[in-house]
């Protein structure tokens, strides 16, 4: 199999699984934890991981099809998404403001959906989502947890804006006010309202440490 992401606790690699494109996501053991711990930790997160990702898509997430799932092996199989990386997409010099803003209102719906059902990815960043087939598909929900706190909300949005703001600066506004747009199509602008007023609260307070 051919390795394509090496993590702090997983690596993924892309191979077959019943003559299709597959990915193999390995929990791997931490040598620096107890092994009997460790082994119980990698069976729970995989176990978590694969709940979350099939959560999401009964809450009409894009995501990735499940294969295979062996907590005891620390082991998901998934379906391998044809496709480029929305950070790899809105890097594209020949992207357009009308094209972002397309990106960031169907990204936007995609998470409204997700907290909606209670999931907050935990990692939301313009790499961890496919362009193709004519959707964006979310992947790697390792990090996920399942909340219904407006602060956890806050936090998953304050990350996509950060990496957008930060990456992808010259498409930032358009896609941001595209994406909150979206989120409203799907959650109500006043639960969107609600989420915004957070997310500028937990900015104020992360400049003022800052300070500090």
Known sequence: MELIYRGAE???FKGGWCDRPAVYKVRKPLTYRLPELDGLIRSQR???EAQIIHQSRGAGVPAPWLYYVSPEEALLVMEFVEGERLKTV????AMT???ARELGAEFGRDIARLHAAGIMHGDLTTSNV?????RLTLIDFGLAIRSQRLEDQAVDLRLIKETVTGAHNGVSKPFMRSLLAGYSEVLGGTRT???ARKLAEI???GRYARVE
Do not use: K, Q, Y
Not at 130 to 134: H, K, M, N
């Open 203 to 205: 900015e104020r307070r």
């Open 193 to 195: 309202a609600a989420a």
């Open 90 to 93: 809105l890097m594209d010099p």
């Open 46 to 48: 995989t176990s978590h």
């Open 97 to 99: 403001g009308r094209r």
């Open 10 to 12: 997983a690596d993924v």
């Open 130 to 134: 496919i362009v193709g087939g004519g």
